[in-house]
């Protein structure tokens, strides 16, 4: 006669284990196999970036959206192509300036050559130096020595303030309009704000009166000629500021 009873529970361990009984996964997540959702579709592995992330679309430099600013740089300042100078130049490539046309920032003129660059100069500091001149025989003679120093720091004087003036005026003064080039600020090819127009003023003709005025020229005029890709001199390093072409 068996002893079974119907009516009791299974021992423990025996009969099949309930399906709706199974203990969780390690971590507290859908059982390995187990369809996440009722449609039967993996979970996702990550969810998708939210509309309007400034990620959704990063472009190289100058161009593409950065930051939700359509043609934007990824600095957050208009690249030349979309800033005074309307588009890019006749030629533009990627070799660098040097080459007419051609440069590494869509729509910026061609750097001013260096002929250019070095008369214009001459013209202003020899306009500097006749007005200090004039201004000094009536009371020295240029045959002495405190003549003759006298008129140099009187023209450096006049040439720092010529400089400063008209270069935050237009980027151009006297000898720069002579020779077709104009200064502008790096960024964006504006003209230089007073500040960037007087400090590299300052730093072209204050070392000069400090020390040898030949020396130093030749010094900041050697560094912009290695200088890559937009050839500054130290003065425009200080002013971040470049040459370029208006012809």
């Not at 030629?91 to 750097?111: E, F, K, R, S, V």
């Not at 007073?194 to 072209?204: G, I, Y």
Request: with cysteine; net charge neutral.
């Amino acid at each position: 006669m068996s002893t079974h009873n119907p009516s009791g529970s299974e021992p423990e361990g025996g009969g099949q284990p309930s399906f709706d009984k199974q203990p969780p996964s390690p971590g507290g997540g859908t059982p390995e196999g187990a369809p996440s959702d009722p449609s039967g579709n993996p979970p996702p592995s990550s969810p998708p970036p939210p509309a309007g992330s400034p990620y959704d679309d990063r472009p190289g430099a100058y161009g593409g959206t950065y930051g939700g600013a359509p043609g934007g740089s990824p600095y957050g300042q208009p690249p030349y192509g979309q800033g005074p100078y309307g588009g890019p130049p006749p030629g533009y490539g990627p070799t660098g300036y040097g080459t007419p046309g051609a440069g590494p920032i869509p729509g910026m003129p061609p750097l001013g050559s260096w002929p250019n660059r070095i008369l214009a100069q001459v013209i202003d500091y020899v306009l500097a130096q006749i007005v200090a001149v004039l201004l000094v025989l009536p009371f020295a003679s240029l045959g002495d020595r405190s003549g003759s120093a006298g008129a140099f720091w009187l023209a450096c004087g006049l040439l720092l303030i010529y400089d400063g003036v008209m270069l935050s005026r237009d980027g151009q003064t006297l000898g720069k309009k002579a020779m077709k080039v104009r200064v502008a600020m790096l960024i964006d090819g504006t003209t230089p704000t007073p500040a960037a127009a007087w400090t590299r003023s300052a730093v072209f003709i204050l070392p000069a009166v400090i020390c040898c005025a030949a020396l130093w020229w030749l010094i900041d005029g050697l560094f912009g000629v290695f200088d890559k890709p937009y050839r500054q001199c130290v003065h425009d390093k200080a002013a971040k500021t470049v040459v370029v072409s208006t012809a």
